[in-house]
Structure formats: structure tokens, C-alpha cells
């Protein structure tokens, strides 16, 4: 005669798998005309709209991870000469990146709003912007703007990146614009740019 247990059988207690990237969305990076949505509709909410639209305006031209663009200050900033001193996180390779057009248009109307500050972007009490308020800022302004993706600040980095590849800038340029040491994370960029392939079919 066989006897069970009574004992009520252990569970194991595992923390849930974490999704990866490609299973929560289908990309990480978004394209030109879904970040100038991204800008438009951010500059219509809220009362810092301007400064919020800004500020994805600036991560994404010079690919500036969350870290990097709310610790930039104007010491890093010269207008007259259009120019923006980078200095990257992650122990990555600093830089000075040309500023243009609407990048100094921009920059000098928060420059008139938030004066007297040593940071650019500043929250209403002139204190440093915080990571988990752009995270924020970006995932509303991607709701509003309908993307059908969720989005948050690290893609407008990676956008960067596929841009500057569609257009065929080379690698060992990408990689100093966006600081990267290694050049293997640049090379997924030209990797999957789509104009790679643009001569395959001449219909």
C-alpha cells in the first residue's frame, strides 16, 4: 500500500522573464518624419511645450542618450560659432558637433525663458531636468502623436544612427558623432539601413 505525502509541495518563486525589446516593439528606432511628429505634437502640450520639444529635437540630432542631453549646460553651448561641445556618458568618445538653424533658433528661445540657469533644461524651479520626467515627456508627445509604438528616449539615439546610415554617411563618422569606442555598435546601423538595398530592383 503506497502512501502520499501530505506535505504541501514547494513552489519555486521565479521573477517573471523579462520581454525583450523586439517582443514589446517592433523597432527601437523611429524614422525622420515620425520624429518630426514626435517635435509637433510635443510642442502642443503642456506649458513647457516649447522646452520639451526642444529637448527631443536636441537628443535626436546629436543622438544624446537621456543622461548626456539633461546634464547639458551652456558652458557646452556656443551660439555665435554654432556649436555644441558633447560630452558622452558610458565612456564614450566627447565631441563637437555643428548646431544649426533650428537647433539655435530653439536654443536661444530657452535660453530668453529659462535665464539665470547653468543648466538648459531646467524644471519650474530652475532645478535640473530628471531622466524619468523627459521618459515622460516623450512617451505622452509618442501617445499623442499616434506612432502605433510605444516610445521612449533612448529610440530618438538609435534613430539617430539609422538616419545618418540612410543617408550613407560612413561608419567611422557615425561613430565619432555618436561617441561610440567600439565601432561594432555602429556597424548594426549600416547593417539594416534600407538603402543598402536600393538598386536591387529598378522597376
Known amino acids: 500500500m503506497e502512501f502520499q505525502s501530505k506535505a504541501p509541495h514547494k513552489t519555486l518563486c521565479r521573477p517573471p522573464i523579462k520581454p525583450k525589446n523586439k517582443d514589446r516593439r517592433s523597432r527601437e528606432y523611429l524614422s525622420p518624419s515620425e520624429?518630426?511628429?514626435?517635435?509637433?505634437?510635443?510642442?502642443?502640450?503642456?506649458?513647457?511645450?516649447?522646452?520639451?520639444?526642444?529637448?527631443?529635437?536636441?537628443a535626436y540630432?546629436?543622438?544624446l542618450r537621456v543622461s548626456e542631453l539633461i546634464s547639458l549646460?551652456?558652458?557646452?553651448?556656443?551660439?555665435?560659432?554654432?556649436?555644441?561641445?558633447?560630452h558622452r556618458c558610458k565612456n564614450?568618445?566627447?565631441?563637437?558637433?555643428?548646431?544649426?538653424?533650428?537647433?539655435?533658433?530653439a536654443l536661444r528661445k530657452i535660453k530668453r525663458d529659462y535665464s539665470d540657469t547653468q543648466y538648459v533644461f531646467v524644471t519650474e524651479r530652475k532645478g535640473p531636468m530628471t531622466d524619468s520626467t523627459f521618459r515622460k515627456i516623450v512617451a505622452?508627445?509618442?501617445?499623442?502623436?499616434?506612432?502605433?509604438?510605444?516610445?521612449?528616449?533612448?529610440?530618438?539615439?538609435?534613430?539617430?544612427?539609422?538616419?545618418?546610415?540612410?543617408?550613407?554617411?560612413?561608419?567611422?563618422?557615425?561613430q565619432h558623432y555618436l561617441g561610440h569606442k567600439n565601432i561594432?555598435?555602429?556597424?548594426?546601423?549600416?547593417?539594416?539601413?534600407?538603402?543598402?538595398?536600393?538598386?536591387?530592383?529598378?522597376?
Open 184 to 203: 561594432q555598435h555602429t556597424v548594426r546601423y549600416t547593417e539594416i539601413a534600407a538603402n543598402r538595398f536600393k538598386d536591387f530592383w529598378l522597376d
Open 61 to 63: 540630432r546629436h543622438g
Open 140 to 174: 505622452r508627445a509618442g501617445e499623442e502623436a499616434k506612432l502605433g509604438l510605444f516610445v521612449h528616449p533612448h529610440m530618438l539615439r538609435h534613430s539617430t544612427g539609422f538616419k545618418l546610415a540612410n543617408d550613407g554617411q560612413d561608419t567611422r563618422s557615425i
Open 92 to 105: 564614450g568618445m566627447d565631441t563637437t558637433h555643428p548646431l544649426f538653424g533650428p537647433e539655435i533658433r
Open 73 to 86: 549646460r551652456w558652458s557646452q553651448i556656443d551660439l555665435k560659432q554654432g556649436q555644441l561641445h558633447v
Open 35 to 58: 520624429v518630426d511628429k514626435l517635435i509637433a505634437q510635443a510642442k502642443k502640450l503642456g506649458r513647457h511645450s516649447h522646452r520639451d520639444a526642444t529637448m527631443i529635437l536636441m
